[in-house]
């Protein structure tokens, strides 16, 4: 029986046309339609937006997990020094922050003996500049601690005072041993 002959079978008997299921007929053109689709697309400008959509998240990733870090290295280098801070003895650089122009915070490197204080960065942030004062600050301090080791020393100032202050806690009775 020819598809045709069929197809009116099927009405006659169900009284609507055959469903896509189980017409062969349908089912050969949808796949040859879905075929052609395929074969005119181009998956070139997909593939690129895809790629620039892991590369933008991996890239956002990364400076997550850059900026927690940073945070965690800070927290750590500030306990540090408040414990037992580190400085070069005879240091004559030291780095200050200041207002340039309306909107940007200049770095400027501080010479002790008298010199000019000389403009090392500039930037829209006032957090971004003591960063940036921050980082020049330790380079120098592992500069100076690579080349001429016994020029740094540790301040006891902090460790003094908090031994001072436990040393009166106890004598006036406010801890018991």
């Known amino acids: 029986?020819?598809?045709?002959?069929?197809?009116?079978?099927?009405?006659?008997r169900y009284g609507v046309n055959p469903p896509a299921s189980i017409d062969k007929?349908?089912?050969?053109?949808?796949?040859?339609?879905?075929?052609?689709?395929?074969?005119?697309t181009d998956f070139s400008e997909a593939l690129n937006r895809a790629a620039e959509n892991i590369a933008s998240g991996l890239a956002n990733i990364m400076r997550t997990l850059g900026s927690t870090c940073d945070r965690a290295g800070t927290v750590c280098r500030n306990v540090a020094e408040n414990i037992q801070p580190l400085e070069i003895r005879g240091n004559i650089f030291s780095w200050d922050i200041r207002k340039y122009g309306t909107c940007h915070y200049a770095v400027y490197e501080k010479n002790a003996l008298g010199g000019a204080d000389e403009l090392r960065a500039i930037t829209y942030s006032e957090a971004a500049?003591?960063?940036?004062?921050?980082?020049?600050?330790?380079?120098?301090?592992?500069?100076?601690?690579?080349?001429?080791?016994?020029?740094?020393?540790?301040?006891?100032?902090?460790?003094?005072?908090?031994?001072?202050?436990?040393?009166a806690a106890c004598e006036t009775g406010g801890f018991e041993q």
């Open 1 to 12: 029986m020819n598809y045709r002959q069929w197809k009116k079978n099927y009405k006659k």
């Open 25 to 40: 007929r349908k089912q050969r053109k949808a796949a040859a339609r879905a075929l052609n689709v395929l074969a005119n």
């Open 129 to 167: 500049a003591e960063k940036i004062a921050e980082i020049l600050r330790a380079d120098q301090l592992e500069y100076v601690r690579h080349t001429k080791p016994e020029r740094i020393q540790k301040r006891q100032g902090a460790a003094d005072a908090l031994t001072a202050v436990f040393k």
